[in-house]
């Protein structure tokens, strides 16, 4: 199995500021066949399903602000906040869709320092 | 607009079975593989089982195989999750997903409680 390592675990920001978070496949997540990066980013707020936020590593889902942005390739990936808004505090997921099982990330949750 | 909704969840007691169902609409479903995610309290999520187009490919997490079994009719638009020998670690919100590479529409999930 592809284990997904996030961090960090949580993360305080001063609104305005910049917040990234990590996240490790323990092997690569790259497709060949495709020439893309099989990994999501999600976010998820209390008694929500999670949200798409960045699909194939670095695609911003319609309608994401664009203070949000993915990079990344193989087993190093990274989800950027530019400038941290109120709105923005949840838990964070990565997720690969490269090999069954479909691993997810432990989450990554974001506070307002 | 891409609607899934879950139903079939409660309370069960531990040995026991569960039918969950997700209809879906706004699309056409027999072109997407579907999954089963599920979420325990205040926990990460857990990817559970997937089905293809037409129901001739599943697979399924090592901690549910041989307990769970995933169905799908496309005639009536609907996704199944058959849960039997229901443990108390398959307390979770159980989220009916589409997938069209990633997994880009989710359900807004149901609570299976398996407790005494």
């Known amino acids: 199995d592809i284990v997904m390592t996030q961090s960090p675990d949580s993360l305080a920001v001063s609104l305005g500021e910049r917040a990234t978070i990590n996240c490790k496949p323990s092997?690569?997540?790259?497709?060949?066949?495709?020439?893309?990066?099989?990994l999501t980013w999600y976010q998820q707020k209390p008694g929500q399903p999670p949200k798409v936020l960045i699909h194939?590593?670095?695609t911003r889902e319609s309608g994401v602000p664009d203070r949000f942005s993915g990079s990344g390739s193989g087993t190093d990936f990274t989800l950027t906040i530019s400038s941290l808004q109120a709105e923005d505090v949840a838990v964070y997921y990565c997720?690969?869709?490269?090999?069954?099982?479909?691993?997810f990330g432990q989450g990554t949750k974001l506070e307002i320092k | 607009e891409v609607q899934l909704v879950e139903s079939g969840g409660g309370l069960v007691q531990p040995g026991g079975s569960l039918r969950l169902s997700c209809v879906a609409s706004?699309?056409?479903?027999?072109?997407?593989?579907m999954h089963w995610v599920r979420q325990a309290p205040g926990k990460g999520l857990v990817w559970v089982s997937h089905?293809?187009?037409?129901?001739?490919?599943?697979s399924y997490a090592d901690s549910v195989k041989g307990r769970f079994t995933i169905s799908r009719d496309n005639a009536k638009n609907t996704l199944f999750l058959q849960m039997n020998s229901l443990r108390a670690e398959d307390t979770a919100v159980y989220y009916c997903?589409?997938?069209?590479?990633?997994?880009?529409?989710w359900g807004q999930g149901n609570l299976v409680t398996v407790s005494s």
């Open positions: 997903v589409r997938s069209s590479h990633y997994f880009d529409s």
């Open positions: 706004g699309f056409t479903f027999s072109n997407y593989w």
């Open positions: 089905i293809n187009w037409d129901g001739s490919s599943t």
């Open positions: 092997q690569s997540v790259f497709y060949n066949s495709d020439n893309k990066n099989r």
């Open positions: 194939w590593a670095s």
């Open positions: 997720h690969q869709y490269h090999t069954s099982p479909y691993t």
